[in-house]
C-alpha cells in the first residue's frame, strides 16, 4: 500500500508552490488529498487543471483523494437543495477527472441543521436512505462518464452507518463508479467495541472492505466522561488493531492509498513513523 496526507495543501489548488509539495515530500509522503471549496469550484478553468496535473506530475506526487466542501444534505427533503448539491458535486467531477485524482470524496450530509457531521434521528429513516439513493444515481452516471471514482464518507452519525448499510446504499445504486471510503474508526460507536477492535475492525472489512479502495488511518481511543466518549486518536497510540487494519486493506488494494488526516502539523511526523514502524513489524510494505 502506500501512504499519503489530508490537510497539507491549500485547499486552492491555483496557489500552490514547490514547497507546498517538498514539504508533503520530506515526510515521506507519495500522495496527498485536498478539499475545495464547492462554490469555488465554478471558477476553476480548464487551463488550471492543466497547469495544476501537469505541476503534480512534475512534483512526482499523486492526488490520492479530491473533495470539495458543501453544506447542503444529499438526502434533504428540499428538492431545490439536492438539486444544488447535485450540480456542485457534477462541477466537482469534471475537474476531478481533469485533474487526474484516483478517487473523489462526497460526504452525505445530515438532516441536522448544525452541520455535515452532526447527528439527527431523521439521518437513519428507510425514506432518507431512498432519497440519498435517487440523489447519487445520476451523480455516478456523470462520474462513470467522466471516467472518476467517487468515494462516498461514511460515520456513525450519519446515514451511511453500520457497515451493512453502507454497503446496501452502494449496491442499490448500482455502479462500479461509486464506492467507499475505509475510514474504520467512524463506525466505533461502543466502549465494548473499541476494546475488542480486532474483531469488529473484521467485522468491518468482512462486510464493505472490498468497495473501499481509499483508507483513512486514525486511531480511537476511549475518553473520562459520565457519558461514553469515543474519540480520535494518533495513529498507533490508540486502542485500535492497526497492523490488521493495514493488512486487510493492503490484502485488497495493494497499490491503495492510506490517508492521514485530522492532526495538527506536529502529530504528523509522529503518525507516519507509527504506521511505518506497525507496517514493517506486520509484514505490510509500504512503497
Not at 487551463?47 to 434533504?76: N, S, T
Request: hydrophobic share 45%; with cysteine; glycine share 6%.
Amino acid at each position: 500500500m502506500r501512504l499519503g496526507i489530508v490537510e497539507m495543501m491549500p485547499g486552492d489548488f491555483r496557489t500552490w508552490t514547490p514547497a507546498h509539495t517538498q514539504a508533503v515530500r520530506d515526510l515521506g509522503f507519495t500522495g496527498f488529498g485536498f478539499h475545495l471549496d464547492g462554490d469555488m469550484a465554478f471558477d476553476v478553468t480548464p487551463e488550471d487543471c492543466r497547469r495544476c496535473r501537469q505541476f503534480m506530475v512534475d512534483e512526482d506526487l499523486d492526488l490520492a483523494q479530491f473533495a470539495i466542501l458543501y453544506k447542503e444534505c444529499l438526502f434533504a427533503p428540499d428538492a431545490e437543495e439536492r438539486a444544488l448539491v447535485t450540480r456542485k458535486i457534477n462541477r466537482g467531477t469534471e475537474i476531478a477527472g481533469a485533474l487526474g485524482a484516483q478517487a473523489f470524496l462526497l460526504r452525505p450530509g445530515s438532516r441536522s441543521p448544525a452541520g455535515s457531521w452532526s447527528p439527527h434521528r431523521d439521518n437513519h429513516l428507510p425514506e432518507s436512505r431512498d432519497l440519498l439513493v435517487e440523489t447519487l444515481q445520476p451523480i455516478a452516471a456523470k462520474a462513470e462518464t467522466e471516467g472518476v471514482i467517487l468515494a462516498l464518507e461514511t460515520h456513525v452519525v450519519s446515514i451511511m452507518d453500520p457497515p451493512e448499510v453502507c454497503r446496501d446504499i452502494v449496491a442499490a445504486v448500482g455502479s462500479d463508479h461509486l464506492r467507499l471510503i475505509m475510514d474504520a474508526v467512524n463506525h466505533f460507536s461502543s466502549i465494548q467495541a473499541v476494546y475488542h477492535s480486532t474483531e469488529f475492525l473484521n467485522y468491518i472489512f468482512d462486510t464493505m472492505g472490498p468497495l473501499a479502495p481509499v483508507a483513512h488511518l486514525k486511531d480511537v481511543k476511549v475518553s473520562p466522561g459520565l457519558v461514553v466518549h469515543i474519540d480520535q486518536e494518533v495513529p498507533g497510540e490508540g486502542e485500535l488493531d492497526l497492523a490488521l487494519m493495514l493488512q486487510r486493506f493492503d490484502a485488497l488494494f495493494p497499490r491503495g492509498y492510506g490517508l492521514i488526516e485530522h492532526l495538527s502539523p506536529d502529530k504528523v511526523p509522529v503518525a507516519a513513523a507509527n504506521i511505518r514502524r506497525i507496517a514493517s513489524d506486520c509484514g505490510v510494505d509500504i512503497s
